[in-house]
């Protein structure tokens, strides 16, 4: 055989960027093999090996997943975290060891848990590699064999059959009926019919590159045979691979909440200092003693808890989530889901079931509906809500006898699997619901014979031996198939297809086409022996309109969300007509709304796509890219995003998201490793439940943020009052760090458990930029902090006035810590919790309060601990005195609830408001 390239100038290193730069899809067979210097008999093995070394093996660019230790290290980047670090170093260095394990326990617990939650992410490269083939039928010189699909080459002839993997992008060059699956890529939900008709425009997206195979895709059925003309990272899915890998993660709305409130840490940290050096100054104070105040101050102003009990928060959802199936593979991302604004989502296999359904039967008589969605589900027929028996329907009868015998998939009903062309698995299905069988059927009907469908000719044929001759069972498109029918069925006999009878019919599947339908017609008659070829006169039986349909429960989420003030986004790679039909079911879009498809998004510029993120519901027929450029312009304006998908064109929008969601069963494999979120149980529904729960999860980090700053604050209070007024410290340092990283800690850890309140699905999500520490919230933090501290100078001027300064301290200690504890009422809920459901709805509440009891009693009459905190046992009158202190502020914030309450006002709104003032 003569070299290929004989006469043709051969592909160099400079070739690669033209290669790519060169529309395949709009190229003849004969043009593309000639710009590839290849022709149909394939390259020589020699031209092969000279195109590997210029172009690279035919594998995917592998790029390093993160280090543990880089996951490690990005425990401790947060504000808090590092001012918890540099107190701990100060008072290393100040000979404070014991403060200093202290805060470093905490620091170490904190890293810990977020360190094994985040391990297992960031691995979304490591799945686009599964998408690779392992070995590829070539064609070179003139004969096919098997190689590594590694060493495929552009100009490679490739020869592909039903069930193959694509290995390569390639256009086609020989086509016989040939439909590919390429859902995971495109988001089309029917199988892609191929032939060899060039494409009329450069910038056709790849789901209407019909002269086009793609990588990663997969054969259903027919043969093949394409010329490779991109491998590796230079493929379609190369190119999503390169856009994951481009995409940056970015802090979560819940760190950059946490972020800003350590920077006013910081802030707050500094001011009481300078404040107390200042006084300190001007009283004359010895700067040894002002350096031990403000270290106290210092550390009474960082709560030391926060960090820990943020973490365990965000992990105590993440269990309650992956009870409900939602499993969680970023910490913070729990959080992010109840920040959530816009929820963009794709359709195939997210709101649709994924599995074509054959949802309407439309005879010559009448529209006969189906029930059951999907492969696995039972059904039947009904009629006007009657339900019908094709036992009882001849025309019915008929209906599902052809499609069956015309369809070659095969369904497991049991395990909802299907293998072939899923339109054939919904005819299969819709044939099973009426009572028939294949095998059964066809010990009546022998096969004698079959004409596949065809891109050209639209129609498919599967013959039988009957006593009564050779018989045609027939289905396709509508025009075709009615150009050979004479006849059409009716409930009482045969009548002739008249002009105007056949212009119904058009016009009737234009309208089930318009409503996001793939209709396929049927019809019957008589063959002639020994001839496959399409008989004429047949007779028309119905048309059967298919549909990926809505999952079940999705329709009532949508409004779920919407109730919560969350729109819906629908970004699909399917066709305008079925991204309109699901989404006008679901609520999606109105009947009004327009979608906006991908080769509008191309012209669009920033101005433009601003004004359609913020007006449209439904982008269709949408590339990876585009994808990705909405979702960052949903961000750009302002949203809260969480992306859903199950594709590999879903990967990069998924990564870029605030939050990205795949599906667990149904979905990808790279789709499941790049996002945030995996529903394990591929049920819309469950986002909802997600939201929630993330929802819960900010309020609670809000109660125990509320709680915690407002028991610092008030020790910062009693010791600015005892330095101002010229007192002896009412507290020492080691009791402070005993109260933050102990007494505070334990109730601060059992408000992460609140179970949430039942209304919290009817507020608006929190503005983007809202912060944790709103004034409202801070007018709130500060009454109860000047309480709690009111309440323990009362305690130690009772002790200055009635004993030494050991017991004026101890009592104040004591009075702050179960003031501190019974404060915890006033953080659980919007409202007085006095009623016994309140009070025990939180197990870890209620065991909080004996504990820190026991504790601050151990703290005074344990002698190794007393010693250590420098605390003096106390008598019961004492006991009884600081007990009867400690409640003040708790009657007040219970009694102040329930008078607010009676009078039809809610007492918490200034504190933990709805809408915006809950940011």
Same mark, same amino acid.
């Given at each position: ?89 100060? =008072? ?6 014991? *403060? ?8 170490? &617990?904190?890293?810990?848990? #977020? ?57 086609? &060059? ?133 960090? !820990? ?34 929820? @963009? ?139 050979? @029918? ?12 008249? *002009? ?76 305008? #007509? ?29 101005? *433009? ?10 982008? @269709? ?20 995003? =969480? ?67 407002? @028991? ?76 709690? =501290?009111?309440?323990?100078?009362? !305690? ?122 809950? =940011?």
């Amino acid at each position: 055989m003569s070299n290929s390239f004989e006469g043709m100038q051969p592909l160099n290193p400079p070739g690669v960027p033209e290669l790519s730069a060169i529309p395949w899809h709009t190229l003849p067979p004969k043009e593309a093999l000639d710009r590839l210097g290849s022709q149909p008999e394939g390259l020589d093995p020699d031209e092969a090996g000279r195109r590997l070394a210029t172009f690279g093996p035919n594998r995917l660019r592998r790029h390093r997943p993160t280090s543990a230790f880089t996951i490690l290290a990005g425990q401790f980047t947060s504000v808090v975290v590092l001012l918890l670090v540099a107190a701990a170093v100060v =008072a290393l260095l100040l000979g404070d060891t014991l *403060e200093s394990a202290a805060i470093a326990v905490v620091l170490t &617990i904190n890293a810990a848990i #977020g360190f094994v939650v985040e391990l297992r992410a960031r691995r979304a490269m490591e799945a686009l590699v599964r998408y690779e083939t392992d070995t590829a039928r070539v064609v070179r010189e003139g004969t096919e064999r098997r190689i590594p699909a590694e060493e495929l080459v552009p100009g490679d002839v490739i020869a592909l059959s039903a069930g193959d993997a694509v290995p390569a992008d390639a256009r086609l &060059i020989q086509v016989a009926e040939v439909r590919a699956i390429e859902a995971p890529l495109t988001g089309e939900s029917m199988p892609a019919s191929k032939w060899l008709e060039p494409s009329p425009h450069p910038d056709t997206p790849v789901a209407e590159r019909d002269a086009m195979v793609h990588a990663g895709t997969v054969i259903a059925v027919g043969e093949a045979r394409a010329v490779v003309v991109a491998t590796g990272p230079a493929t379609v899915i190369g190119h999503i691979g390169e856009l994951v890998a481009g995409v940056e993660e970015e802090r979560t709305p819940l760190e950059r909440r946490m972020n800003a409130l350590g920077q006013r840490l910081v802030w707050l940290a500094l001011g009481i200092a300078t404040v107390v050096a200042l006084v300190g100054v001007a009283r004359g104070v010895a700067v040894e003693l002002m350096l031990e105040t403000g270290i106290a101050l210092a550390i009474a102003a960082v709560p030391e808890g926060l960090p !820990a009990v943020a973490t365990v928060a965000l992990a105590a959802g993440l269990r309650r989530m992956a009870r409900r199936n939602a499993l969680v593979r970023r910490l913070t991302a729990v959080e992010a889901l109840g920040s959530t604004t816009v929820v @963009c989502t794709d359709k195939t296999g997210t709101l649709t079931a994924g599995e074509m359904t054959v949802t309407m039967v439309e005879t010559l008589d009448d529209t006969i509906h189906t029930t059951g969605v999907g492969y696995r589900s039972g059904g039947g027929f009904t009629r006007d809500d009657d339900v019908v028996d094709p036992a009882d329907d001849d025309v019915l009868g008929a209906v599902l006898r052809v499609a069956l015998l015309a369809s070659r998939s095969e369904v497991d009903m049991e395990s909802g699997t299907a293998t072939g062309d899923p339109t054939d698995a919904a005819l299969v299905v819709a044939a099973r619901k009426g009572g028939y069988q294949r095998e059964a059927l066809l010990e009546d009907f022998p096969a004698d014979g079959e004409i596949p469908f065809s891109s050209e000719r639209r129609i498919s044929a599967s013959f039988h031996r009957r006593p009564s001759g050779r018989y045609a069972a027939v289905k396709g498109a509508l025009p075709d198939l009615l150009a050979l @029918c004479g006849s059409g069925r009716r409930r009482d006999g045969d009548v002739a297809l008249s *002009e105007a009878l056949r212009e119904t019919l058009l016009e009737r599947n234009r309208q089930l086409a318009e409503d996001g339908l793939r209709v396929i017609a049927v019809a019957e008659g008589s063959a002639e022996p020994g001839i496959d070829d399409l008989p004429e006169n047949l007779t028309f039986l119905a048309l059967i309109g298919i549909l990926d349909p809505p999952a079940d429960g999705v329709q009532e989420t949508v409004e779920q969300l919407r109730d919560a003030g969350i729109r819906v986004v629908m970004i699909t790679g399917d066709q305008e #007509g079925t991204a309109l039909a699901v989404g006008r079911s679901l609520g999606i879009a109105g009947s009004d709304m327009e979608a906006v498809d991908g080769l509008a998004l191309a012209r669009m510029d920033s101005e *433009e796509l601003a004004r359609a993120v913020a007006e449209t519901a439904i982008f @269709c027929r949408v590339d990876p890219e585009q994808k990705l450029r909405l979702v960052s312009a949903f961000r750009e304006s302002g949203e809260i995003v =969480a992306m859903l998908g199950d594709g590999v064109n879903d990967a990069a929008a998924l990564k870029k998201a605030d939050v990205g969601v795949a599906m667990g069963g149904r979905g990808t494999d790279v789709a499941r490793e790049t996002a945030s979120v995996v529903l394990q149980d591929d049920r819309f529904q469950t986002i909802a439940i997600a939201v929630r729960e993330g929802r819960v999860v900010f309020e609670n980090i809000r109660k125990f943020v509320f709680y915690l700053f407002s @028991c610092n604050v008030a020790e910062v209070f009693v010791l600015l009052a005892g330095a101002v007024s010229g007192l002896p410290l009412p507290l020492l340092p080691l009791q402070i760090l005993w109260l933050n990283l102990v007494t505070d800690t334990f109730p601060a850890l059992a408000l992460a458990f609140e179970p949430g309140e039942d209304a919290i699905m009817q507020r608006p999500p929190r503005p983007a930029d809202a912060t944790i520490l709103s004034r409202p919230f801070l007018r709130s933090l500060m009454f109860f902090a000047a309480l709690i =501290a009111g309440s323990t100078l009362i !305690a130690f001027t009772w002790g200055l006035l009635t004993g030494s300064l050991e017991r004026a301290v101890t009592l104040s200690f004591v009075t702050l810590a179960l003031a501190q504890l019974f404060h915890l009422g006033n953080a659980r809920s919007r409202h007085a919790v006095l009623r016994r459901s309140d009070v025990v709805s939180n197990p870890w509440a209620l065991g909080a309060v004996p504990l820190v009891f026991g504790l601050q009693i151990a703290a005074v009459h344990w002698p190794p601990l007393a010693r250590v905190l420098g605390t003096v046992p106390l008598t019961l009158a004492e006991w009884a005195g600081v007990i009867a202190l400690s409640v003040i502020p708790a009657l007040v914030g219970q009694g102040a609830e329930l008078l607010q309450t009676r009078g039809g006002g809610n007492p918490r709104e200034d504190r933990l408001p709805t809408g915006q003032g809950a =940011a």
